[in-house]
């Protein structure tokens, strides 16, 4: 590292000084697993875990709404887990896939590998007219999915 980023200025310097005393130092890359089915026997997966939508800024979104489908279909599934289950991956994937779709060009974005990028992406960066553009196209993309609304169904009806 202390070579890759040899010559850098602003914080760079310090950072690598630090990273000589530093008792642990985690590094890798920012990577995603494809799982084929979200769950198996009583296993099911959610969150990053199931579709990880990182670094689209998507994946904290996308995680709460599979944690809110599932626990409202484990309990219409009245302990039918395998039920709730399927239901559960047959209502938030198609969703989930649509939000990872962005993630691919966004890390390429955030993280570019020159310095042309460098500078075209901290202009797009400093316009509020394109930040708010990027965050109504990400409004849009968290919307597509219709939940249901499992307390009002779930509840007694008044006798
Ligand atoms: C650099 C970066 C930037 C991001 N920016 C955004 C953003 O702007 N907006 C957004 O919405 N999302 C963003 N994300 C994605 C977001 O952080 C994740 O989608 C979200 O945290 C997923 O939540 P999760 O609960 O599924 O997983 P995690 O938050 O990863 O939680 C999993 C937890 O399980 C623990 N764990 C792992 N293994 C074990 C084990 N064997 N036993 C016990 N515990 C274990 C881990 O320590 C961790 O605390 C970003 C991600 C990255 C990497």
């Known amino acids: 590292m202390a070579r890759a980023f040899a010559g850098m200025g602003w914080e760079v310097p310090r950072l690598l000084d630090s990273l000589a005393q530093a008792p642990e130092l985690y590094f890798d890359s920012i990577s995603r697993a494809d799982v084929p089915e979200w769950s198996r026997g009583r296993i099911c997966l959610l969150g990053d875990a199931a579709c990880g939508a990182t670094i689209g800024g998507m994946g904290t979104g996308t995680g709460l709404v599979a944690a809110y489908v599932l626990a409202g279909e ?82 007694p009806s008044p006798a």
């Open 74 to 155: 484990l309990a219409r599934a009245g302990g039918d887990h395998r039920a709730a289950f399927e239901r559960y991956e047959g209502l938030v994937r198609g969703y989930a896939e649509g939000c990872q779709r962005g993630g691919d060009r966004t890390g390429p974005f955030l993280a570019p590998g020159s310095r042309t990028a460098l500078r075209l992406r901290n202009g797009m960066l400093n316009r509020p007219a394109l930040l708010n553009w990027m965050l109504r196209e990400g409004m849009k993309v968290s919307s597509t999915i219709a939940l249901p609304d499992y307390a009002a169904e779930l509840s």
